[in-house]
């Protein structure tokens, strides 16, 4: 174990998780489904977890109205979530593309307008994959992504995931931000004081940069050049000018947050046996020979690995500084959990 | 130009090739729409072009049936391509996705068995954005890809597209292999008697290559190391496992192509304004500064001016070796184009 890490109780860290979102404005079925989809990360050894807690990230917006039907006919749905967090609408809207796609064999769930970080979006396309349904889902983001070929940030991180069900155990799921680095890597990065790598951002100026906290100040590289560039590009029209989220530029640009969710029920379809093709092609790539020494590891696979056992042990790694900075907050509102 | 190139009349070439298409058997307009697909890409600059019919890869397969219905329900389209060419039988599946997001807001249709490669699959979703429907198109292809880790080709090249209307001009159209390189790549520059960059591919023995028949005869990378890989396996469970198309290590793995499509018509959802939303972000992009002095490209706008300016001119300019394996095809075949 890093000596900058420390393994604590899950129930403990989740009860002071819980309560720290409770005293930022939360109700307490709002906190708890926050709450599981930052430990998800958190569990999963990613970046995108509790941190944002720490970050004073997670908060209700003044102003924000309830979630309110733009469309609803057939396999489409078209949510306004009124500035609600993205955590609580998206968790919804995923469960809503479920039902929908078993009525229609495939759904569309676009949601225009939650507010703050909908957290590691593999954890809603599991859950859809869970019961049984094959779900896309691409996420709009705070614009600070050069295009391949610019200095500027003027697209998200975007991030995509996809949830495939599989038969013999936890579903594939691919979840990848569209960007070189997630932003919140870089908090996590300047947080603990590290540098980033060289390649994957520049300062204000355009300047390839390490320092995490420059990084923040000018813009992140797409990932894989032209073709996470173009990904990247797609997801933004898609959760942006298609679903009415944020337009790179526009006051509401980053405030406005825009979600498309495709799902698809296997069962819809006219194929046989779904579930011996899936199980072949996982065994196949199992199968493979490797490359030198190492694993061969489907999408998530090393995260699925360390949540089950942490799962398991009931207790959970987690960086010191990130524990400290949530104590210090519990302390400042008067919260204690043992 | 390059002294290895040739500029000819595009009326000419299209009649040589689809002469030739119907000499390998096609109809008329059979070869009409194959040679369509093909053209297109050759008409970008791209290497999915004629060289096909060069290579002989197009032709009909013996005991081919016709395209059968699988499943017919609602959004849901699913049909057997009864082994007919793909690039005959995605056209019009792509043609059906934008009839039925139409009446539906959102439409699958997914198609297992056709046969041969499919092209350039931007071709299609293109067409659909031109028609107002944004299309994502994913295909299965033979299996030489190495997942992440491995070197043994059990993924295809795997390609997905994204096509999203522009209302101030050509569609957005983004078209990736998630492999390092495209099949095709391999084929042109070993009739070429070109090199490959040294992390594309792999020999036999897993050993990095540069020399395109021994990786013809190994594997390829997926792009972008583990995230490129997670992508290439969701489109091989989503057109395998899910469609029907072929496994990996069945009989039919190379034989049985699987594409999936999912049309998704703007106008379905309650969003004002696509059209501001979509010009407001390209916009954005045009107006970044550019890294150094290049020019920053929208996905696909290269292929896009090469192509306006080939079809303007009449003309179109292509490896003078492909032109003479495509002449000695003609003579061979007794055909003769002015």
Request: hydrophobic share 45%; proline share 4%.
């Amino acid at each position: 174990m890093n000596s900058d890490r420390l393994t604590v109780r899950l129930d403990r860290l989740r009860a002071l998780s819980e309560r720290l979102v409770e005293a930022a404005g939360f109700a307490p079925d709002e906190a708890r489904q926050i709450v599981d989809v930052m430990l998800y990360a958190e569990l999963r050894g990613n970046n995108q977890g509790l941190t944002k807690i720490a970050a004073g990230a997670v908060a209700p917006i003044d102003g924000a109205s309830e979630v309110t039907t733009l469309i609803e006919k057939g396999a489409v749905l078209h949510l306004d979530g009124g500035q609600q967090n993205g955590m609580i609408v998206i968790a919804d809207a995923a469960r809503q593309a479920v039902e929908r796609a078993k009525n229609h064999g495939i759904a569309c769930v676009a949601v225009r307008n939650s507010s703050g970080s909908t957290g590691a979006i593999g954890y809603y396309v599991r859950r859809m994959a869970e019961a049984g349904v094959v779900g896309i889902l691409m996420g709009g983001t705070p614009k600070n992504v050069a295009p391949a070929g610019s200095i500027d940030g003027v697209l998200g991180t975007n991030p995509m995931a996809v949830g495939f069900p599989n038969p013999s155990g936890a579903p594939v799921v691919l979840d990848l931000a569209t960007s070189a680095i997630a932003y919140f890597g870089l908090i996590g990065a300047r947080d603990r004081g590290e540098a980033i790598p060289g390649d994957v951002a520049m300062d204000a100026d355009g300047k390839p940069t390490t320092d995490p906290a420059a990084a923040i100040g000018g813009a992140i590289r797409a990932f894989a050049g032209h073709k996470g560039s173009g990904l990247a590009l797609m997801v933004e029209l898609l959760t942006g000018a298609l679903v009415g989220g944020g337009i790179t530029g526009a006051p509401d640009a980053n405030a406005n947050r825009g979600t498309l969710i495709v799902a698809l029920d296997p069962a819809a379809l006219g194929t046989d046996d779904v579930a011996g093709g899936t199980n072949a092609t996982l065994a196949a790539i199992k199968g493979a020979r490797p490359e030198g020494d190492g694993d061969i590891l489907l999408p998530g696979e090393r995260g699925d690995r360390l949540m089950a056992q942490q799962l398991d042990a009931g207790e959970i790694e987690i960086d010191r500084q990130l524990l400290d900075a949530l104590e210090a907050k519990a302390d400042e509102a008067g919260i204690s959990v043992n």
